[in-house]
Nanobody
Framework: VQLVESGGGLVQAGGSLRLSCVTS????????MGWYRQAPEKQRELVAS???????NYGDSVKGRFTISKDNAKNTVYLQMNDLKSEDTSVYFC?????????????WGQGTQVTVSS
């Protein structure tokens, strides 16, 4: 299982970036796919998630600015990030979760750095 992120980089505050995550497995393998981020000395936090059926969920700090979507035919999940702020600076990780009843397995990409300059 591989999740490969791309699209990170340096952007000015107010700008936009789009992250992509390509899965080596059929995207329907995962019950939920999402984006998390982790800044230095902070805990990893949920940015956005999307279920197999397409239901989305967002962290409070990104609601109205970020949009998660997926292209099932391309086995790819996207994170469109608009109106970026300096506090969005972080390493962004793609996550795929497979649920087995009450248990689950999480799979992670290697991460992509997003830096927002003010």
């Amino acid at each position: 299982v591989q999740l490969v992120e791309s699209g990170g980089g340096l952007v000015q505050a107010g700008g936009s970036l789009r992250l992509s995550c390509v899965t080596s497995e059929n995207i329907f393998t995962y019950n939920v796919m999402g984006w998390y981020r982790q800044a230095p000395e902070k805990q990893r936090e949920l940015v956005a998630s999307i279920t197999r059926a397409g239901r989305t969920n967002y962290g409070d700090s990104v609601k109205g600015r970020f949009t998660i979507s997926k292209d099932n035919a391309k086995n790819t999940v996207y994170l469109q990030m608009n109106d970026l702020k300096s506090e969005d600076t972080s390493v962004y990780f793609c996550n795929g979760r497979i649920v087995y009843g009450s248990a689950s397995d999480d799979f992670w990409g290697q991460g992509t750095q997003v830096t927002v300059s003010s």
